[in-house]
């Protein structure tokens, strides 16, 4: 009967997702395009914590503008549209994930856990309600298919590949780490080929308004807002001393969990060279800050647990990998170290290795997996 397979597409109102949309129509898709309301409102919990802990508004996602502008597009483009409200769950799952990895004095990446659970979970489970054979996303990311097709010890095993991007500026697998793998034989990444130029040249080709639309930057589907505001409407403020890496007392700052290895912007600290933070000591509530170039602020070995494989590698293995989304992959030799920890070594001390980040592994373009710095 010669039936169109049926993707349902993530439209979050920018312009890779509505691209991705003319694209499947083009390669014979039925598309179903559908926005995910993850968030509209304050930083509190499905829970309030006491009343010390109501938290202050933070509308700057703007959820109405970008599902007006995914229905526009998909109004355009002929295909049906729907809207899920995952908020409870992201509140819960992500939101939740975040405030406690920073109260612990991590820096997590709220980005990789909205993809674990939402995107590639949540809106998976509305795909097989609808009939769905795939899902689809606007990542600049890359699936090999047909299955690639392994010898093993049991056999022949099929496997599906995830690659980098064709744009290295733009590439997405760093938050990708941490999805299911059984997931990926039904994901479309359908501009994971293209360059980001290349895909505004498209969306204006077809007229969509979306095609000189900004990027959307900031926390996943909370968008750009003070860091350090969206911290404090949660978390009480401990102050203590700012000192340098020799002892010398030069500032306070308003709590440990409020900073980051690496930053450099929001210390207060006038005059002389830039300060970066190379480290919290929680016995002592400092924080310790040198130069950019100062040795305490590099690495060239840490561990990491929370592991995710898209392909178990067989260790000790030589590979790449990146600590920071658009980081150069870096030469590393990764071994077991204990159960799902691994302990990596890097040919190159890494600068800001930061507990709560990600790490993501790399063989040639294939990502193969990821875990979380301890």
């Known amino acids: 009967m010669n039936k169109k397979p049926k993707v349902l597409l993530g439209m979050s109102g920018g312009v890779d997702s509505s691209v991705s949309a003319v694209l499947l129509l083009e390669a014979g898709y039925e598309v179903i395009g559908a926005f995910m309301k993850n968030w509209s409102g ?8 006491g009343t010390d802990r109501i938290g202050t508004s933070f509308e700057e996602c703007g959820w109405k503008t970008e599902r007006r502008d995914a229905m526009r597009v998909a109004a355009q483009l002929g295909i049906p549209f729907l809207t899920f409200d995952f908020e409870t769950e992201y509140r819960r799952d992500v939101v939740e994930y975040m405030f406690r990895e920073f109260e612990a004095g991590r820096t997590p990446n709220p980005d990789v856990m909205c993809n674990r659970y939402m995107k590639f979970d949540l809106f998976l489970k509305e795909a097989d309600k609808l009939g769905c054979d795939f899902i689809a996303t606007g990542h600049y990311a890359r699936t090999e298919n047909p299955l690639l097709i392994e010898e093993g010890a049991g056999g022949s095993v099929s496997r599906t590949r995830i690659l980098k991007g064709i744009d290295p500026n733009k590439d997405q697998t760093y938050f990708l780490w941490a999805i299911d793998k059984a997931v990926l034989p039904r994901v479309l990444f359908p501009i994971g080929h293209l360059e980001k130029p290349v895909v505004r040249e498209i969306a204006a ?69 830039p300060y970066y933070v190379v480290e919290k000591r929680r016995e002592t509530n400092e924080v310790v800050v040198g130069s950019n170039f100062h040795p305490a602020l590099f690495k060239k070995e840490l561990t990491a647990s929370q592991l995710n494989w898209f392909k178990e590698p067989q260790f000790p293995i030589e590979c790449e990998a990146r600590l920071r989304h658009r980081q150069p992959v870096q030469k590393c030799m990764v071994s077991r170290e204990g159960d799902n920890q691994v302990h990596v070594t890097f040919s190159e001390p890494q600068r800001a290795v930061t507990p709560g980040q990600s790490i993501v592994f790399y063989v040639g373009d294939e990502m193969i997996g990821g875990g979380i710095i301890d």
């Open 42 to 49: 304050d930083v509190n919990g499905p829970e309030v914590k």
């Open 205 to 273: 080709k077809h007229n969509l308004e979306v095609a000189t639309k900004k990027d959307s930057t900031g926390i996943c589907f909370v968008g750009e807002v003070d860091m350090r505001e969206f911290l404090k409407a949660r978390m009480k403020e401990e102050p203590g001393n700012v000192v340098t890496t020799d002892g010398k007392v030069i500032g306070k700052h308003i709590g440990i969990n409020f900073y980051t290895i690496g930053q450099r912007h929001g210390l207060d600290i006038g005059g002389g060279d």
